[in-house]
């Protein structure tokens, strides 16, 4: 190299090394903002959400008392006044308290789920009948606020929820230790309420999970029969083309058409029920058979071809090329795609709207044709309730749905690591 | 510019009227593979033109010829591997021991058991080492019992030359191992089927000169028992495992003869010109 050359190339060489350290740097700073906004959003969530696995309880001692609950001799499960069990408990605490108006407001220290709690009990064990029993029952969501902070006790009384005889009751239960906060338990057990202490994600969980099974037990065959058909089987023509293309273009659709669709065909052609996680499943198998098949054509293109040769070679069938030696090793792709499509499905909203699955449902579904919510449609229902109770639960609810979309990519990397072919 | 090209055809060796005709003597004096004017096309391309050859029974013909002379394409013809290969066109007339191997009813399945391939680039499947040899006999159902089976893998290996070094470890998978004894897995795997002809295509360019050395000692034995079809680039290596060449030249069959013939006393130009190294 003359001498010239060698001085033009390390002119050069301090601009291409400024470049790259440029380069370098926006690299890092781009990926810096990103993990800074991933943290926001994680810290506001779980600081927002956490507070909703734990609730205020309020100890009493209850009297099943025979004349209230089973004035006839037997328990009257259907119209006996539960409640009154639990007020008459609370109003042995304060028997000061008198006339209707003070009373009322001492009662609505408890949740409506109070009584449903002592029915259980009694339903469960009939010898409490007559006996007296300490119990902890759920407070009221003002008092489960106000004990979570998010009341605040010092402005004035027309402007809270909670009045000044009731904070003085509440600070008299927590003095005697009467008022904690235990796990929610309801949380994980119940449908939707109107009452924030009372809702759950019990239902929509079991709503999704249908909707996800329906999804899968059509999505994955389908997907997947489709993909080794067009890989392998089928001619290279314009019709082809035509297919690849618009299994593209369908996976770029946005959802709720995908939504309008299902409203058109499943439920006023089909006359399938609405709101039901048999038409969800339908509509999100729809949405996800486009990932699924573009997955599964790349995982059946990256099997090379001197294998489908050698088994060709050997006399084996197109079909024997397929199922012994293509699809087992296609596999991992295949499923990590399933996932990944089902990840998304699982996160899905607006095309469940389009369906009815985003009336107020109470009861857990019991089967594929039930009146169900999913998750994230529960999420929009809460983030959309006035009440301040509703606002820790919609963000617990994305907690728990986000923990399963992790699991689910977890399991897809984890599959895709196990069973990755070496070369 | 008709002037350049006619100029350009005069100076090159590819003038139709020179490679036209297949020199030499086709026939076999104990065929058992007999094609006749077979021309392959890959779409418009014309891969192979009117090639008629012979190939004895227990004979190794060694085809040799400069890269894209379609050399792979017309082995492929003989077990009908071009029908996976959508633009190919096949026509012309071949038969195996008499029968007509090109017509519609015929199970390239069937014609695949008989006609067995070793490719270029060593393939096992990613199975273990017993199941890749296993894989043919299985799927022809050729054992009615697993002893049978075993019998079948381990003969199979043992003509292979392999079954010394993989004796205890006939689980462990196919792909761990060398690329040499990939290839003679590949081999065992083809014989397992115990197949008529053995197609190989350049089956040593990618091993080592031990290996190469192996996989012609391996030939020499095999060619007792079956007819060989064998693609090489090597001069040496079809001068040392066949008894007859053909020298394809852009899809044209150039020569046939004895090895020996052509290897010292070329007849066509081509042939002498390829051999000598001064086209390849
Ligand atoms: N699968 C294929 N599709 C289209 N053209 C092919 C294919 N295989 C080979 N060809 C063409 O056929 C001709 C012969 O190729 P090939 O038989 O592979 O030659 P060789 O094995 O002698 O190197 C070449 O022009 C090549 O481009
Ligand atoms: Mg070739």
């Keep these: ?423 | 510019m008709p002037d350049r090209m006619a100029k350009a055809n005069v100076t090159l060796p590819e003038q139709p009227s020179e490679i036209g005709k297949t020199v030499g003597n086709i026939r076999s004096a104990n065929p058992y593979i007999v094609a006749e004017n077979v021309n392959v096309y890959y779409g418009d391309n014309h891969a192979i033109r009117n090639v008629s050859l012979e190939i004895g029974t227990k004979e190794v013909i060694a085809l040799i010829g400069p890269s894209g002379c379609g050399k792979s394409t017309f082995l492929r013809c003989l077990n009908r591997m071009n029908d996976s290969i959508e633009s190919a066109r096949v026509t012309g007339h071949i038969t195996l021991a008499g029968t007509d191997i090109c017509s519609k009813e015929l199970d390239p399945v069937a014609l695949r058991a008989r006609v067995g391939i070793v490719f270029q680039k060593p393939n096992p499947f990613p199975k273990s080492i017993y199941d890749n040899v296993a894989y043919g006999p299985r799927i022809h159902g050729l054992a009615a019992n697993r002893a049978e089976l075993d019998n079948i893998v381990h003969t199979s290996l043992e003509r292979a030359g392999l079954l010394k070094e993989v004796i205890d470890r006939l689980d462990e998978p196919g792909t761990g191992l060398s690329g040499g004894q990939q290839q003679r897995l590949c081999i065992a795997r083809t014989i397992a089927v115990d197949p008529e002809v053995i197609l190989m295509d350049e089956p040593c360019s990618a091993l080592d000169p031990i290996a190469t050395a192996r996989i012609e000692d391996l030939m020499y034995e095999l060619a007792e028992d079956y007819s060989i079809v064998i693609v090489t680039h090597s001069m040496q290596q079809a001068a040392r495992v066949s008894q007859r060449v053909a020298y394809f030249h852009l899809g044209s069959l150039v020569e046939v003869d004895e090895t020996n013939k052509i290897f010292t006393n070329p007849r066509h130009r081509l042939t002498e010109d390829y051999i000598t190294g001064r086209i390849g």
């Design chain 1, 1 to 423: 190299m003359s001498e010239s050359t060698r001085k033009k190339v390390s002119a050069g060489l301090a601009r291409r090394r400024r470049k790259e350290r440029v380069f370098r740097m926006t690299g890092l700073l781009a990926t810096t903002v990103g993990i800074v906004f991933l943290v926001v959003f994680f810290v506001d969530l779980i600081g927002k959400g956490s507070s909703a696995f734990r609730q205020t309880f309020v100890n009493l001692e209850v009297n099943f008392d025979a004349a209230i609950v089973a004035p006839d001799g037997s328990v009257d499960l259907q119209y006996a006044d539960f409640d009154a069990l639990a007020r008459n408990a609370l109003r042995g605490l304060f028997p000061e308290v008198s006339g209707r108006g003070p009373l009322r407001e001492l009662n609505q220290l408890l949740s409506v789920g109070a009584g449903y709690q002592l029915r259980d009990m009694l339903v469960e064990n009939p010898d409490l009948l007559g006996m007296t029993q300490s119990v902890w029952l759920p407070a009221s969501s003002n008092v489960d606020m106000l004990q979570k902070g998010n009341i605040d006790a010092s402005i004035d009384a027309s402007l809270r929820t909670i009045s000044d005889a009731q904070l003085a009751w509440i600070d008299a239960l927590q003095r005697t230790g009467r008022l904690e906060l235990h796990w929610n338990r309801a949380f994980f057990t119940n449908g939707d309420s109107r009452e924030p202490e009372l809702a759950g994600i019990r239902g929509a969980l079991v709503g999704s999970f249908y909707m996800l099974l329906v999804t899968l037990v059509l999505a994955l065959p389908i997907g997947v029969a489709a993909a080794i058909y067009l890989e392998e089987f089928a001619p290279r023509n314009r019709w082809s083309d035509l297919i690849e293309v618009n299994i593209n273009n369908l996976a770029a659709v946005p959802s709720i058409v995908f939504g309008l669709l299902g409203l058109a065909v499943f439920i006023n052609w089909a006359a399938l029920p609405r709101s039901a996680p048999l038409v969800g499943g339908l509509v999100l198998s729809l949405l996800t058979l486009p990932v699924i098949i573009i997955a599964s054509r790349a995982a059946i293109k990256a099997v090379p071809p001197s294998i489908r040769n050698a088994a060709l070679g050997l006399g084996a069938s197109r079909m024997q090329v397929v199922f012994h030696h293509v699809m087992p090793l296609s596999l991992p792709g295949m499923l990590t795609g399933a996932i990944i499509g089902m990840s998304r499905a699982l996160g899905e909203s607006a095309p469940l709207l389009m369906i009815g699955m985003v009336a107020f449902i109470v009861d857990v579904p019991a089967g594929l044709s039930d009146p169900a919510t999913a998750l994230p449609v529960q999420i929009y229902l809460w983030a959309d309730s006035p009440e301040r109770a509703f606002a820790e639960r919609t963000s617990a609810a994305i907690m728990v749905l986000l923990g399963f979309l992790m699991l689910m990519n977890l399991v897809a990397v984890v599959l895709r690591k196990r069973m990755e072919q070496k070369w």
